[in-house]
């Protein structure tokens, strides 16, 4: 029977066919979703006569419309006829499937317990059942085509007598009739699924004759309006939902299904999805409060825990109000204090403070009622949130309480997406105004002589100063910070405040840990030079504009010092090597020149190399290197202690990035390792971070990174160069560009993985042929 019953089912409205019309491609369609296919191809500037032609919404076969639209089709007889004997030798068996469906739809909650007590047991997980009323309307089994009133009492007094006493007495609730006239209405005998209206015996009789199109409506028991009216499709109005879109997530119709956004995405039915989203509700004295939580889906756990949340936000929001009603308090109490010692004050002085007595006191109060203007303004806000809350909750307390399958759906993903966004939300409410802020920053100046009293005004705390970041600028160890203030004259000095950026994005934070910052107090202009800074290092500076009324601090600036600037030192170059402007050059020279040999000077044969005259221990330090036409060079850093007899890289004390001819590679205690540069390399960016242990190599005119080092350093380094052609020449002290500053982030983490690898097994390549 239940393979008979698809057959006969509709493949746009999943009900039996009704009043089914024959298509040319033998598939067979109701006239009334037919009818809806043409509506939803029609536009408001068309007519519905038109449209000519539409797919089979089974095999998209293109079905041509003449004059007459859909009238001009067939009627399908022998399948209504076959729809009317299925109708009704289901009515008839009380075994078949239809039947039997029905008698689980009227015993919800044996269904249930029977249900999830098996799925318990047998690792099924899942209930058997449908978990309310909704399922009437998908059961087609529990219409009626015969006459609409035949038998009713009988068929009602048989199915109370095998309901459980839970199930009878929720049906001897009152269901009145929709259509009498009288005061009061008669009580329903059946409730019309089709019209969607609950009729008594007489009015049934009435509005119900045995004849079409009556026949085809569908008469189930009484059942409450809320549970026949369905929800409507959000795109096509008046069509109700009956299926839920699996990858949009939400309850869609069947145009959606056939013509609309949704006609390629996976769908359920509203019973499937139902009974995966929905926590049977089950009588604690029938099952145990382990199984009531085993059988909960993790959806409706997820919106239960959301809502706990949700929770906790309104208790901190109503602390928040108490706090800003406290300040509101506090405000009151501080301006009446001022305002006495207005009064104080303004009564000792002679006529003229008399005269701006008055100005002042307008002032002051101007300030309270906009500072209590802003602060009724964020209870009013607090209060609103504060609302939203407690009705958000108690509609997602009834929420979850809905066993009707499709209001269920609908309600539950709005309720949870706005149960989600409220608790997401971290916003702190912080007052406007601040209580010292408000009162403290500002005072009353009466040092100043009789001639000015005319002028007599408070004085507030400045506004906050701007760094200027444009125009300030940095050396290796110095930092020029340039500000403005709009308050320029009312500033008594400026204090200047900075420390070391540790990368911290929490300014806030970072102010409030005072013990790292560095204060220089006192400052009369608009600018100061920070001296003894370290090279290559990035700061953050703040700058307080003070008077006698308060201060206030400037946005945060991140400003960074340059490299350490440095040379070629001529007492560690090599015989064979010519240094020139000014110790910035090399150049390869096969003329043997008289040097004195000293420990410090790279020697033996092909060590062609020179030293840096500086030793960097801290810092973040950027150089670069022009190359020129060579071909032939290593370019890095080692330890004061690293041979001079050898090619730098060969031992544990250095690293390079060596070029030979038309190979590029890295070096480092003996092992080399391929690495890919371009031929054209004619600028080589040199970034040596010594706090982060990293040294790394750019292409400087593509901005592009090379290859970086993750060393662990024990001692102060010192640039080296090498070189066995031509000449380089080296530019030091340069502030790190910003393209570098973005690769370095980026391959913070790359490089940890590559360590590890090198742990397990180096990269290096052993038995590289030597270069010559």
Not at 191 to 219: G, M, Q
Not at 575 to 583: A, G, I, P, Y
């Amino acid at each position: 029977m239940e393979t008979l019953e698809s057959e006969l089912t509709c493949p746009i409205c999943l009900e039996l066919f009704e009043d089914p019309l024959l298509l040319p491609c033998a598939h067979s369609l109701c006239f009334n979703c037919a009818h809806r296919i043409l509506v939803s191809h029609c536009s408001t500037s068309k007519p519905l006569e038109s449209i000519s032609a539409f797919q089979c919404p089974t095999c998209r076969y293109v079905i041509t419309l003449n004059h007459r639209g859909l009238e001009g089709l067939k009627r399908n007889v022998t399948l209504q006829n076959i729809i009317d004997r299925f109708q009704k030798a289901s009515l008839s068996s009380p075994n078949s499937p239809t039947e039997s469906r029905r008698m689980q739809t009227q015993h919800p909650y044996t269904a249930t317990i029977s249900g999830t007590i098996a799925g318990t047991i047998g690792g099924g997980g899942g209930g058997g059942g449908s978990g309310g009323t909704g399922s009437a309307r998908s059961s087609p089994a529990t219409s009626s085509h015969s006459h609409p009133h035949a038998n009713h009492t009988n068929h009602v007094n048989h199915n109370n007598a095998n309901h459980s006493p839970a199930v009878v007495a929720k049906m001897d609730l009152r269901i009145s009739c929709q259509f009498c006239e009288q005061d009061p209405p008669r009580e329903a005998v059946k409730t019309c699924v089709t019209c969607e209206v609950s009729y008594c015996d007489r009015c049934l009789r009435a509005t119900h004759p045995n004849k079409k199109p009556f026949t085809s409506h569908r008469l189930v028991e009484p059942v409450p309006d809320t549970h026949i009216r369905g929800l409507t499709c959000l795109e096509h109005e008046n069509e109700k939902v009956n299926m839920y879109c699996l990858v949009d997530d939400q309850l869609i119709c069947a145009l959606c299904k056939l013509v609309g956004r949704h006609r390629e995405h996976q769908v359920s039915s509203l019973t499937e999805r139902f009974d995966k989203l929905k926590a049977y509700q089950v009588s604690p004295g029938r099952v145990s409060d382990a199984l009531m939580e085993a059988s909960k889906t993790s959806a409706v756990q997820t919106l239960e825990n959301n809502l706990t949340n949700l929770v906790k936000r309104n208790s901190e929001l109503e602390n928040q109000m108490a706090k800003l009603i406290q300040i509101c308090q506090q405000v009151e109490v501080n301006t009446a204090m001022h305002e006495s010692k207005l009064v104080e004050e303004c009564d000792e002085l002679v006529e003229i403070i008399r005269q701006r007595k008055q100005v002042i006191a307008v002032k002051i109060k101007e300030s309270k009622v906009m500072k209590l203007r802003k602060l009724a303004q964020q209870i009013a806000n607090c209060r609103q949130c504060l609302e939203r809350s407690s009705a958000l909750i108690t509609q997602a307390e009834q929420s979850l309480k809905e066993n009707d399958h499709a209001r269920f759906l609908q309600s539950a993903r709005n309720v949870a997406e706005r149960v989600a966004m409220a608790t997401a939300s971290s916003q702190v409410l912080i007052p406007d105004v601040n209580l010292n802020e408000a009162f403290d920053n500002f005072a009353l100046d009466f040092s100043r002589e009789k001639k000015i009293l005319e002028g007599l005004d408070y004085l507030t705390a400045p506004n906050p100063p701007s760094i200027r970041e444009e125009l300030c600028t940095a050396s290796h160890d110095t930092i020029t910070v340039h500000w403005t203030s709009e308050d320029e004259f009312s500033v008594t000095s400026y204090e200047l405040q900075y420390t070391i950026y540790t990368g911290q994005t929490n300014f806030i934070s970072l102010y409030n840990s005072a013990d790292s910052w560095m204060i220089v107090p006192n400052i009369k202009q608009n600018h100061y030079t920070v001296h003894g800074l370290q090279s290559g290092t990035r700061y953050i500076f703040f700058v307080k504009a003070i008077n006698q009324a308060g201060s206030r601090n400037s946005e945060p600036a991140r400003l960074k010092t340059n490299s350490q600037p440095f040379k070629l030192d001529p007492k560690t170059a090599h015989k064979k090597l010519r240094l020139s402007n000014d110790c910035l050059t090399m150049e390869k020279d096969e003329s043997s020149l008289k040097k004195s040999h000293t420990p410090e000077r790279f020697s033996g044969t092909g060590s062609y190399g020179a030293a840096g005259n500086v030793f960097i221990d801290s810092g973040c330090h950027y150089w670069e290197v022009l190359l020129g036409a060579s071909t032939w060079y290593a370019i890095g850093v080692a330890y004061k202690s690293a041979p001079k007899n050898e090619w730098s890289g060969k031992n544990s004390s250095s690293w390079v990035f060596s070029r030979c001819n038309n190979n590029f590679l890295v070096r480092h205690d003996g092992k080399e390792m391929l690495v890919e540069a371009s031929l054209q390399l004619r600028r080589l960016g040199v970034l040596l971070d010594y706090d982060n242990n990293s040294l790394s190599f750019y292409d400087a005119m593509n901005s592009h990174h090379i290859h970086t080092f993750e060393i662990s350093f024990l001692l102060p380094v010192v640039p080296t160069f090498m070189i066995w052609n031509k000449s380089l020449m080296i530019l030091s002290g340069l502030p790190v560009p910003d393209f570098v500053d973005g690769v370095a982030s980026e391959l913070q983490e790359q490089q940890q993985q590559q360590m590890g690898l090198c742990r397990q097994e180096s990269p290096y390549l052993t038995g590289m042929k030597t270069c010559h």
